[in-house]
């Protein structure tokens, strides 16, 4: 079977590059990009996303797990790997053997760390204000500690921005705080003569709402892939990103469904006149909410049409009463362009009742990935 016989997504080399580009432009010069390609690359591909990049000069990524890592590192991806999560002493030998940076969560982690024979490399986690991992901002003395410890190097050192998004007065002086608790805390480390490592804490957000603070690298997450996490969010840096993912699928028959007859499991639907259906050959199992169940949209034959019915694990219904000439094999877009309509992972979200990043980390892995 052919990659686009059921369901599959398209990932735009040119959309990608620009978006590295202005992202670039953003942060400077001086500062690299660490791009997110956790959740397979945002339910991208991550070995897509991740060659598209190396050959694009990038030479830093991140992910969440060790599983992810190696999967980049098997599959040909050189450069600094850092897993942005906490990892456990039971796989400490894949974090050696392939060469792995790892978070040290907090000061016992780093101790763990340093306990293992292996010469791994660490990044410090630093708590400013978000109230999850990292050693506290304000014990500046057991952060230091960390450069002694044995057995391990300390290349990094970072935190994460929580509201770095938001743009109401609260929290804008809220992230600045953060970013002023960090810059001090960079300045005791080399006051003190430790020096050497690079420093992260903008993200998506915090790159394009706070270009100004931009330090040694950024970690470019849901921007990388051209959305935002939430329709209505907007940015203070100019910058024009293309989205890099579209989802399609195929209809798989059309039939009439008429006045008063209903559809679906549960008969969620009733036809109040004569209506043309198609089914569609994807559902929840391949990452589609079932939240969009009644309330979703579709491209096809560039005309939106809405999902009627509860979506099932493999397949959807809609309505095509309004696309004259709807036949099984029509192209079905529910994320991307047909014709001159365009459905954004931002509405799909909305409709849902989530963000961008949840709907697109979630695409099931059965959907075949493709360069276009």
């Known amino acids: 079977m052919g990659e686009t016989d059921r369901a599959w997504i398209e990932v735009d080399r040119e959309a990608l590059l620009h978006n590295i580009r202005e992202l670039k432009r953003i942060v400077g010069e001086n500062c690299a990009l660490m791009p997110a390609v956790k959740a397979n690359a945002y339910g991208h591909g ?8 190396q050959e694009a000069g990038i030479r830093s990524f991140c992910t969440a797990s060790v599983d992810e890592a190696v999967r980049l590192r098997e599959s040909g991806i050189r450069g600094e790997i850092l897993i942005l999560g906490y990892t456990g002493p039971e796989a400490f030998p894949e974090l050696s053997h392939y060469r792995i940076s790892q978070t040290a969560a907090d000061a016992g982690h780093a101790r763990m760390l340093s306990e293992f024979d292996g010469n791994i490399e660490v990044h410090v986690s630093v708590d ?10 304000d014990r500046a003395d057991l952060i230091g500690q960390v450069w002694d410890l044995p057995g391990i190097r300390v290349t990094g050192l970072f935190s994460h921005l929580c509201v770095s998004d938001g743009r109401t007065e609260a929290e804008e002086a809220y992230t600045r705080m953060q970013i002023r608790r960090f810059t001090r805390l960079t300045e005791w480390l080399n006051d003190r003569g430790i020096r050497g490592f690079r420093s992260h804490i903008q993200g998506s957000y915090g790159i394009l709402n706070y270009p100004e603070y931009t330090v040694d690298m950024a970690r470019p997450g ?23 993912l579209s989802l399609k699928a195929r209809v798989g ?12 499991y549960g008969l969620t639907y009733t036809a109040g006149s004569s209506r ?13 909410p079932r939240s969009l169940s009644n309330c979703g949209h579709a491209l096809v034959r560039g005309r939106r049409v809405p999902v009627i019915g509860r979506i099932c694990m493999d397949q959807l219904t809609l309505d095509v009463t309004d696309v004259p000439g709807t036949v099984p094999g029509d192209e079905v877009v529910f994320i991307g362009r047909s014709g001159e309509s365009e459905i954004r992972a931002e509405k799909m ?12 980390s979630r695409l099931g892995g059965r959907l075949k990935r493709m360069i276009v």
Do not use: W
């Open 46 to 53: 991550d070995i897509i996303i991740s060659t598209i990049l």
């Open 128 to 137: 400013t204000g978000m109230h999850r991992l990292g050693i506290p901002c």
């Open 222 to 244: 849901i921007a990388l892939y051209g959305v935002m996490s939430s329709a209505e969010d907007q940015v203070r840096a100019e910058v024009r990103l293309k989205p890099v």
């Open 253 to 264: 028959c059309v039939r009439e469904l008429q006045a008063g007859e209903a559809a679906g």
């Open 276 to 288: 043309r259906i198609a089914i569609v050959t994807a559902g929840y199992g391949d990452g589609l």
């Open 349 to 360: 979200a909305e409709d849902a009742g989530t963000i961008t990043n949840e709907i697109l």
